[in-house]
């Protein structure tokens, strides 16, 4: 289904699951889950959970104040 607004929105319904690669591991407060489409990054914060995937983890300045990752 397109979106009249992104008429090249993927037909996300269609596309296989990432699938897990390895054991996690833990890493500086952050839990890195290899897949088989990169690795996902997940860490707790005050404000919740944050997920990245891929491998630029540059912040892009649309958060406010010092992310700091609970201890996990």
Do not use: K
């Amino acid at each position: 289904m397109n979106s009249a607004l992104d008429p090249f929105v993927p037909d996300w319904g269609r596309m296989a699951p990432a699938q897990l690669a390895g054991e996690p591991v833990l890493q500086d407060d952050v839990l890195l889950l290899p897949t088989s489409l990169g690795t996902l990054r997940l860490s707790l914060h005050e404000f919740g959970m944050r997920l990245r995937s891929g491998g630029d983890v540059r912040d892009y300045g649309i958060l406010c104040g010092n992310l700091v990752p609970l201890s996990l």
